[in-house]
């Protein structure tokens, strides 16, 4: 499969937990991008990488949330003491260049949720 | 006012009608994405726009820039294209790239 990977597809974790969540876009895309979908909304944007790196970053991700990409490869959104409202999907999309093609490929998301 | 606006939160129409989903966006933008989300979570990019018109199949997607207005249609519409549908906005402002999704259409077609 060479579609957007992401792992895990669920989490369940318990209120004040560390979680990291993954994600290894298609291998020849430059761009990556982390988003939250909560049941009934569209998604919203968390943050973006340009090769390995972080060029925005949303106000919605707290001191709390991290992301990395430290090889311009595979990321890693990182949630520390998680909170029951940080459950919901979180997505990974990833592209080749703005220019060229813009056309976003998501990966099925990792559900969490935080009791 | 959300910056994405879509109509029908919910379409349920009989297997082979034309559909029609609309979005209204309030900023300027430099292109328009039409994505299909089925349950389960998993989004598919159906267009993307940034003018004019594109068909794919059954699928058509226009956009007027002046009116800030988009729509999705689908001919000959059947119960496998049951699924949300969601606009996704880029604004024009230099340096940003994030999407600005709307709520999406739930869609369901009756055989």
């Known amino acids: 499969d060479t579609g957007v990977s992401q792992d895990p597809r669920h989490k369940i974790t318990k209120r004040g937990q560390n979680v990291t969540f993954r994600c290894d876009p298609i291998?020849?895309?430059?761009?990556l991008y982390w988003y939250r979908q909560t049941l009934g909304q569209g998604p919203e944007f968390l943050t973006y990488?340009?090769?390995?790196?972080?060029?925005?970053k949303s106000r919605l991700l707290s001191d709390r949330f991290s992301a990395e990409r430290p090889k311009g490869s595979f990321s890693t959104l990182e949630i520390q003491r998680t909170e029951q409202g940080d459950s919901a999907m979180y997505l990974c999309?990833?592209?080749?260049?703005?220019?060229?093609?813009?056309?976003?490929?998501f990966g099925s998301g990792t559900q969490l949720s935080v009791l | 006012k959300n910056e994405v606006e879509q109509s029908p939160q919910n379409l349920t129409a009989q297997e082979g009608e034309f559909i029609t989903i609309n979005c209204s966006y309030s900023?300027?933008?430099?292109?328009l994405h039409w994505l299909q989300q089925h349950p389960g979570g998993g989004i598919v990019s159906l267009f993307m726009?940034?003018?004019g018109k594109k068909k794919h199949g059954r699928l058509i997607a226009t956009i007027n820039i002046q009116e800030k207005h988009s729509s999705l249609h689908i001919t000959a519409s059947h119960p496998r294209d049951s699924a949300v549908y969601i606009c996704a906005v880029r604004s024009d402002r230099f340096g940003n790239e994030k999407l600005t999704f709307g709520t999406g259409t739930r869609l369901t077609i009756i055989p």
């Open positions: 726009l940034s003018s």
């Open positions: 900023v300027g933008i430099s292109a």
């Open positions: 999309a990833s592209s080749v260049d703005r220019v060229a093609n813009e056309k976003l490929f």
């Open positions: 990488f340009q090769n390995e790196a972080q060029l925005e």
């Open positions: 291998s020849e895309h430059n761009r």
